[in-house]
């Protein structure tokens, strides 16, 4: 069983910028990819960003391109997402999310995945 844990959401005004955490439980993290979605009011959950076990392999949604920055260490079982230059369509509820598979590609359905975090709540202010 891997517990996830969220922390850095909050709210920022437009252009600014936050860094998630998702602290995993567990001695084999480093065989996970993870991923993280968010979900908007009346929306579906997206992928944002995804990296594979090793860090190596990274997607990035169109939306954030440029943006965005996943990465991991897996030496502290932490999954960070940096967030700069946001903008209120980035407000929505951000989750990681982690399955055991060690392949070089990466997860996008949320159904790919075996554990989620709570959630931490990101407010984009105009």
């Known amino acids: 069983q891997v517990q996830l844990v969220e922390s850095g959401g909050g709210l920022v005004q437009t252009g600014g910028s936050l860094r998630l955490s998702c602290a995993a439980s567990g001695r084999t993290f480093s065989s996970y990819a993870m991923g993280w979605f968010r979900q908007a009011p009346g929306k579906e959950r997206e992928l944002v960003a995804g990296i594979n076990w090793g860090g190596g392999i990274t997607y990035y949604a169109d939306s954030v391109k440029g943006r965005f920055t996943i990465s991991r260490d897996n030496a502290k079982n932490t999954v960070y997402l940096q967030m700069n230059a946001l903008k209120p369509e980035d407000t929505a509820v951000y989750s990681c999310?982690?399955?055991?598979?060690?392949?070089?590609?990466?997860?996008?359905?949320?159904?790919?995945?075996?554990?989620w975090g709570q959630g931490t709540q990101v407010t984009v202010s105009s």
């Open positions: 999310a982690a399955r055991s598979f060690r392949r070089g590609t990466i997860l996008f359905s949320p159904g790919n995945y075996d554990y």
